[in-house]
Antibody, heavy 117, light 111 residues
Framework: EGQLLESGGALVPPGGSLRLSCAAS????????MSWVRQAPGKGLEWVSA????????FYPDSVKGRFTISRDNSKNVVYLQMDSLRVDDTALYYC??????????WGQGTLVTVSS | QSGLTQPASVSGSPGQSIAISCTGT?????????VSWYQQHPGRAPKLLIF???ERPSGVSHRFSGSKSGSTASLSISGLQAEDEAVYFC???????????FGGGTTLTVL
C-alpha cells in the first residue's frame, strides 16, 4: 500500500535552516511525483513544493521560492526539503505526500517545524 | 494569499445529505479537471476522498461524490454518519500564483 515517514522537524530561530526528510516504502517511488504540504496550527493546508519522479522538475509557490529547495534520491527512496531563511510564519506541521497536481493519496504523519526566538 | 473559497461550516443530521462548495477561477477549477477533496479528523493527516473532480480512490465510501460546474466544485455526502464529522478541504491544480491551491476548509458538524 505504501508508507511515508517524515523526519527532521525542530525548533529553529528566525533566519535559521532545517532539512526535512521523507522516507518512502511499499511503492515504486521513482514513478511518482512527490510534494510537501504544510499546515500551520489550527489553519488550512498550503502546498509548499513538488518534484517530478525523475527529480528534473521542481515547483514552488512564491511564498517559499528562493528559500526552500526540494530534492529526491531515488536510490534511497527519500525526498528532502531544505528550508533556509526561515520565518516565524513558516511554523507548521509539514507533510510529505505522493503526487504533484493536488491529488495526494498517500500522506505521512507530518513533522513539526517551529520557528521562534 | 489567493486560495479557493469554501464555507467555514456546514451541518446536518444523521442520515441527511449535505454539499460543500469550493469556488475558484478559470486559472484553477474552471480551467482543469484536477479538483480533489480531503477529509481531516483532528490530529490526523488528510485523507483523499475525491480526485479528478469525481473519481473515488479505492476504499472510499460511495456516500462521497464530487462534481463541478464552471469554477465551482462540490462535495456531496449522503447518509450522514457521526464519523463524517471532520474538516473538509478542496484543492485544484492551478496556473495562477501557485501550482496547487487549497480551500480554507469546511467544518462539518453532524448534529
Amino acid at each position: 500500500e505504501g508508507q511515508l515517514l517524515e523526519s527532521g522537524g525542530a525548533l529553529v530561530p528566525p533566519g535559521g535552516s532545517l532539512r526535512l526528510s521523507c522516507a518512502a516504502s511499499g511503492f515504486s517511488f521513482s514513478n511518482y511525483a512527490m510534494s510537501w504540504v504544510r499546515q500551520a496550527p489550527g489553519k488550512g493546508l498550503e502546498w509548499v513544493s513538488a518534484i517530478s519522479g525523475s527529480g528534473g522538475d521542481t515547483f514552488y509557490p512564491d511564498s517559499v521560492k528562493g528559500r526552500f529547495t526540494i530534492s529526491r534520491d531515488n536510490s534511497k527512496n527519500v525526498v528532502y526539503l531544505q528550508m533556509d531563511s526561515l520565518r516565524v510564519d513558516d511554523t507548521a506541521l509539514y507533510y510529505c505526500a505522493e503526487g504533484g497536481t493536488g491529488s495526494y493519496e498517500k500522506w505521512g504523519q507530518g513533522t513539526l517545524v517551529t520557528v521562534s526566538s | 494569499q489567493s486560495g479557493l473559497t469554501q464555507p467555514a461550516s456546514v451541518s446536518g443530521s444523521p442520515g441527511q445529505s449535505i454539499a460543500i462548495s469550493c469556488t475558484g477561477t478559470s486559472r484553477d477549477i474552471g480551467g482543469y479537471d484536477y479538483v480533489s477533496w480531503y477529509q481531516q479528523h483532528p490530529g490526523r493527516a488528510p485523507k483523499l476522498l475525491i480526485f479528478d473532480v469525481s473519481e473515488r480512490p479505492s476504499g472510499v465510501s460511495h456516500r462521497f461524490s464530487g462534481s463541478k460546474s464552471g469554477s465551482t466544485a462540490s462535495l456531496s455526502i449522503s447518509g450522514l454518519q457521526a464519523e463524517d464529522e471532520a474538516v473538509y478541504f478542496c484543492s485544484s491544480y492551478s496556473t495562477g500564483v501557485t501550482f496547487v491551491v487549497f480551500g480554507g476548509g469546511t467544518t462539518l458538524t453532524v448534529l
